[in-house]
Nanobody
Framework: QLQLVESGGGLVQSGGSLRLSCVAS??????????MGWFRQAPGKEREAVSC????????NYADSVKDRFTISKDNAKNTVYLQMNNLKPEDTAVYYC??????????????????WGQGTQVTVSS
């Protein structure tokens, strides 16, 4: 089983930046075997896919709302995936979750396709 723990959330001014981290642990060989993603959920809304990075070729996917502002990356040696968030907007306020699935980002927008989830970290952007 793969366990995921997010950190790095907090309160930031509009236009500012944050970097979220997600550390994997548990009984697995290496993070190389997993595609990793980020989702977010605002109060009263459904969980929204934000980004994904594939283990097969390192390709990435982004929601249109965060494209050119957010960047996903992974450090396999540290079992950690990151989400660099720049030029934050109040609309980005949400609980952010990391997730893992097997190898590729096929179907990444569908939350039900992901195997493991973290508990989330709060991001609040003030205007």
């Amino acid at each position: 089983q793969l366990q995921l723990v997010e950190s790095g959330g907090g309160l930031v001014q509009s236009g500012g930046s944050l970097r979220l981290s997600c550390v994997a642990s548990g009984f697995f060989v290496t993070l190389d075997y997993y595609a990793m993603g980020w989702f977010r959920q605002a109060p009263g809304k459904e969980r929204e896919a934000v980004s994904c990075i594939s283990s097969t070729d390192g390709s990435t996917n982004y929601a249109d709302s965060v494209k050119d502002r957010f960047t996903i990356s992974k450090d396999n040696a540290k079992n950690t995936v990151y989400l660099q968030m720049n030029n934050l907007k109040p609309e980005d306020t949400a609980v952010y979750y990391c997730a893992a699935t097997w190898r590729t980002c096929a179907g990444w927008v569908d939350a039900s396709s992901w195997r493991s989830w973290g508990q989330g970290t709060q991001v609040t952007v003030s205007s």
